[in-house]
Every structure is written in structure tokens, then in C-alpha cells.
């Protein structure tokens, strides 16, 4: 096949010597190149019932200061005139290492009380993807996502074979009480009482009940918040597109479950035939319905601009369907476009030359 590399890589995986013939990288679209010479990044942080009154104005300074820093670094590595790739893992690191995000550090909790991590990247000038689910462990999702897309054959590593490889290359491993938050457990409790399902114990290794600080309401809220996955799109000054997306899944999950956040076409993808795209909300629908390659679908063969395609997507599919949830997309000539269905969306852009816009609810631009 034109413009394929095929190679021969050797790895020692999970304490045995594995050979495999990888077909990796550089399969290459030739598309005409929309560069205009100009970066763009977007960023989200989840959307979902996030409302001014229940987050009131501390939790706003506090999502609105932490959303500013995390774009600034993703720009910064654009900027320097790095790749999108690389501004994307920049960005979507310093989330998941932020316990206001629902992504590594602050996620959520499934049912019986654990940490299930799934992440993906996308390189849109390759085509090239990684992805993990159910990863346990690992302190960069993002980061184990991309070595999986760089240094094996293969799109998607789930489970303890993902964590394992993740000790394997040599990547930051954290206990479970490392990714406990106070206001997610009682979130999660509120949730299963509410059910009627049996309350997992507290983690080992964390503060017994009782005996810590009680959370801020806007903390409480925040953690009630059941979407809240971290996502960034970024486009460099070569007009290459990359998406990535990390988050701990809905909160109260089937352990095993796995959402659309490291499913490539569902809730991450890129190419640079017609955008990069992050989504938030229920996986489900994202998945049934491949919301971010539909996306960029009618980007590609209708003509859409990238927020009508977002829009056609968002509002006019999924909305009456209650597929809660939202987009971030960026194009190669540089187009923005954000749309979401509900009140509101933690959501940061910037373009090269321009001023970073945080936006949180729904009434904003
Ligand atoms: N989409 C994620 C999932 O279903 C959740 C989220 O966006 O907050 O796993």
C-alpha cells in the first residue's frame, strides 16, 4: 500500500518476548493541505448539568483559572511550532492531573468503588489512533493511550494487559487512593443509596469517613456532575489535526464498562480530510450513533462548515433523543466550533493572534 511503512518491532511484554510484524504510522491521506500557517486549540472539561447557581462563584473562578492555565500550555507547544499531537498530550495531562476533572486524578467512581480509566489520541496527518480502557494505575492515560499508537500494533489496550504494559514502558504508576476525591465518593454514595444499591467500602489507603474536611458545596456539585471527561483538539501551524480524550466514565459504572472516549469515531477522532474532534456526555449514544467521525463526516462529503456539522450532530440527532452531551472541534484552515445539548460545558479556545475565551454555561457565546 502507498505510503505505508511496514516494520518489524520486538517487545518484551508482561515479562515475555513478543515479535510482531506492526503496520504502523504514515498510511497517510492525500489530502490537498488546508494549512494557513496559523494554530488552534479547544479544550473541554465535560459538559452536564453545570449551572451558575449550583457551581456558584468559587467554583467558577476555580474551573474558569484551571481551563485558562491548561490551554495556555497546550498553545504554548503550538506556539514553539510544535505538533498538535504534542499540544494535545500537554493539555490533556495537566487535566487529568486536576481533580475538578472527571479524567485520571478526579474521576469518578464505578459501582463497587474503583477507578476505571479509558483514553484516546488521534493523529489526523497519519490516521494513526491509541487507546485504553479500564486502565487502573496508570497517572497519564493520555500519555499510555499514545504510546500504544506509537509503539504497537494495535488501536485499543483494555484492562490489567493495559496497566501491565504501562509498567512495562516505564510509565507513572499510582495506588487507588491516589485517584480518591472526597466530593466523587460521596457523589457516588448519594447515587447507589438513591438506587438502592449496596455501598462499596472506601478505598484503601484513604481518609476514614468522618475524618476529613467537609467539601465546599461547589466541590459537592462539581462531583455530582456525572459527565465530566476532559477532552482537546488541537490544529499546528502545519495544518495537522489531533484530538484526545481521557475520563474516569460515568459514575456508578458496571465495572468493565467502557464509554466513547477511547473509541475512535465515537467519542475521539482526527483527520486532516475534515476536523479533529473531542466529545463529552453519555458514551452510549456517542457510540451508537459514531457521533465524532459523523461529525467530520459532513465536514468531508457535505461541505458543512465545522459548526454547522457540529450543530447538525449535537442538536438536530441527538438532542431529542436525549443523547446528553457535547463536542469540540477544530478543522486544518483552522475553524473552531464547539456545540453542546446541555446547561453547560467547561469549555476553553484560543487561535493563534487571538485571546483565550472560557466559557461555561449555555447562555455564553
Ligand atoms: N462520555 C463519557 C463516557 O460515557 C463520560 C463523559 O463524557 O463525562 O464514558
Request: charged residues 20%; contains cysteine; positive net charge.
Amino acid at each position: 500500500m502507498r505510503g505505508t511503512r511496514v516494520r518489524k518491532a520486538a517487545a518484551i511484554c508482561m515479562g515475555a518476548a513478543v515479535a510482531w510484524t506492526a503496520v504502523t504510522g504514515a498510511a497517510g491521506q492525500s489530502a490537498p493541505s488546508k494549512a494557513t500557517g496559523h494554530w488552534a486549540i479547544v479544550v473541554h472539561g465535560g459538559a452536564g448539568d453545570i449551572e451558575r447557581a449550583k457551581l456558584g462563584p468559587e467554583g467558577d473562578k476555580a474551573y474558569r483559572a484551571a481551563l485558562t492555565k491548561v490551554i495556555e500550555a497546550g498553545a504554548a507547544v503550538l506556539n514553539r511550532g510544535g505538533s498538535s499531537l504534542d499540544a494535545v498530550e500537554t493539555a490533556v495531562r495537566m487535566l487529568e492531573d486536576n481533580p475538578l476533572f472527571n479524567a485520571a486524578r478526579g474521576a469518578v467512581f464505578t459501582a463497587d468503588g474503583k477507578t476505571e480509566l479509558d483514553a484516546a489520541i488521534m493523529d489526523g496527518a497519519t490516521m494513526r489512533a491509541g487507546a485504553v480502557a479500564d486502565v487502573s494505575h496508570t497517572r497519564y492515560p493520555i500519555t499510555l493511550a499514545r504510546t500504544v499508537m506509537e509503539k504497537t500494533p494495535y488501536v485499543l489496550m483494555v484492562g490489567p494487559g493495559a496497566d501491565a504494559y504501562s509498567v512495562h514502558a516505564g510509565m507513572e504508576q499510582e495506588p487507588a487512593s491516589y485517584y480518591f476525591t472526597e466530593s466523587r465518593w460521596q457523589s457516588l454514595v448519594k447515587q447507589l443509596q438513591k438506587e438502592g444499591r449496596p455501598i462499596p467500602p472506601r478505598p484503601a489507603g484513604v481518609p476514614p469517613e468522618g475524618g476529613i474536611v467537609p467539601v465546599a458545596q461547589w466541590q459537592e456539585t462539581a462531583g455530582t456532575r456525572r459527565y465530566g471527561t476532559v477532552g482537546v483538539v488541537a490544529v499546528d501551524r502545519k495544518g495537522n489535526v489531533a484530538a484526545g480524550t481521557s475520563t474516569g466514565g460515568l459514575q456508578g459504572k458496571m465495572p468493565g464498562r467502557v464509554g466513547d472516549s477511547p473509541l475512535v469515531g465515537a467519542g475521539t477522532y482526527a483527520s486532516n480530510q475534515s476536523c479533529a474532534i473531542s466529545g463529552t456526555g453519555v458514551g452510549e449514544y456517542f457510540i451508537r450513533y459514531t457521533v465524532a467521525r459523523d461529525v467530520c463526516a459532513l465536514v468531508q462529503y457535505k461541505g458543512y462548515t465545522l459548526q454547522q456539522a457540529a450543530d447538525a450532530v449535537i442538536q438536530k440527532k441527538l438532542r431529542p433523543i436525549h443523547g446528553d452531551g457535547g463536542v469540540i472541534a477544530v478543522a486544518p484552515d483552522g475553524q473552531m466550533a464547539w456545540s453542546f445539548n446541555t446547561p453547560g460545558m467547561f469549555r476553553a479556545r484560543l487561535a493563534e493572534g487571538g485571546k483565550v475565551e472560557v466559557h461555561i454555561y449555555n447562555d455564553e457565546p
